[in-house]
């Protein structure tokens, strides 16, 4: 069993940076991929990004590949999720998940229950 917690969203302008972190509990997150979705209001949930167990390995989505920078700590069973050039269409509910590394969110088997975050233009 893994619970996840995220934190670390908020209100910020177009072109800036924010820095997400999702906590884990349970001695076994070293054995999880990490991925991060969001969903905007009105719009099905998206796929943003994952990083593989060992963090070796990690894949975004176009949407936001090269700005945004998937790692994590399996010492701090944390992982986290850098977001630079932040545009107004990011603007969302960002969850983590923990599960198998994929895409879509039938891979994933926890979850965390959120943080907003939200770009200003």
């Known amino acids: 069993q893994v619970q996840l917690v995220e934190s670390g969203g908020g209100l910020v302008q177009a072109g800036g940076s924010l820095r997400l972190s999702c906590a884990a509990s349970g001695r076994t997150f070293d054995r999880y991929a990490m991925g991060w979705f969001r969903q905007a209001p009105g719009k099905e949930g998206e796929f943003v990004g994952v990083?593989?167990?060992?963090?070796?390995?990690?894949y975004y989505a176009d949407s936001v590949k090269g700005r945004f920078t998937i790692s994590r700590d399996n010492v701090k069973n944390t992982v986290y999720l850098q977001m630079n050039s932040l545009k107004p269409e990011d603007t969302a509910v960002y969850r983590c998940?923990?599960?198998?590394?994929?895409?879509?969110?039938?891979?994933?088997?926890?979850w965390g229950q959120g943080t907003q975050v939200t770009v200003s233009s």
């Open positions: 998940a923990a599960g198998r590394i994929g895409t879509t969110h039938t891979t994933y088997d926890y």
């Open positions: 990083v593989s167990w060992s963090g070796a390995t990690t």
